[in-house]
């Protein structure tokens, strides 16, 4: 589905964003990875793609900082050939209660969560509009539809990245660049792996499908968003939750 096409993934090393990587890549898809630092998960996600007979490119790059990202995409691109798909995944939470949460809480989900989604998209289409073809896919969240008590800082994010998708996508509609987003619930992931069994049992009465999602499904929408299959879809929001927010 994906032969001879390139794709860039930020935050791809665990959760929903290696599942897409793993994904993208069994579909013929060559990757590009950033990474904060080289550890086992790591390693382990670029053998595994290696093995399915794709080409890799790892680089360490913070996605808040515009200029390692300029130099991130730049050198894919001199590693793939070109760039014909970027999916903004990297993501982080700070939980708090406003009245207890730090500014630098809120700053830092900003800079990953929404600044970084800004960073990459920069960098990457100019090169999509000179190919004339490119399909980007931003995982937002539902907690940037509903909102979560307990969230201000990643429900601001998450809803920010779906304002400036669907800026983005008219602007580059014309040039052949779709631009999507995937909003996941509650995926089965280390985070929510870590939840007590009562929260757990609370988020699961609230889903009308009864179960909470798996990466798997995150990533089979994603290859759908990055394939010819969506060539007429852009500036959507789709979202992967069971049910639980119905616009």
Do not use: H, W
């Not at 937002?140 to 983005?168: D, E, M, P, R, T």
């Amino acid at each position: 589905m994906l032969k001879n096409k390139n794709a860039v993934i930020t935050g791809a090393t665990r959760g929903i964003g290696r599942e897409i990587a793993i994904t993208l890549a069994k579909n013929g898809a060559n990757i590009a990875i950033n990474y904060r630092k080289e550890n086992e998960e790591l390693n382990s996600l670029v053998n595994e793609l290696k093995e399915l007979g794709v080409d890799v490119f790892t680089k360490k790059c913070d996605v808040s900082n515009g200029e390692e990202v300029d130099e991130f995409i730049k050198e894919s691109k001199m590693s793939l050939g070109s760039i014909d798909i970027l999916v903004n995944n990297a993501g982080i939470t700070k939980d708090g209660l406003i009245l207890r949460m730090k500014e630098n809480d809120f700053d830092s989900v900003i800079d990953v969560n929404l600044k970084g989604v800004f960073n990459t998209t920069k960098a990457a289409s100019g090169i999509m509009m000179k190919q004339r073809y490119g399909k980007i896919i931003n995982i937002s969240s539902v907690v940037g539809l509903s909102g979560n008590a307990g969230q201000c800082n990643y429900a601001a994010s998450k809803a920010g990245v779906i304002g400036f998708s669907k800026s983005i996508a008219r602007e580059l509609a014309t040039r052949n660049v779709n631009v999507n987003v995937v909003a996941p619930g509650y995926i089965n992931t280390d985070m929510t792996k870590d939840l007590p069994e009562k929260i757990k049992e609370n988020i699961i009465q609230s889903i009308p499908m009864k179960k909470i999602g798996e990466p798997k499904e995150v990533a089979n929408l994603v290859l759908f968003l990055a394939s010819e299959l969506s060539d007429y879809i852009t500036g959507q929001v789709i979202s992967v939750d069971g049910g639980m927010v119905m616009n």
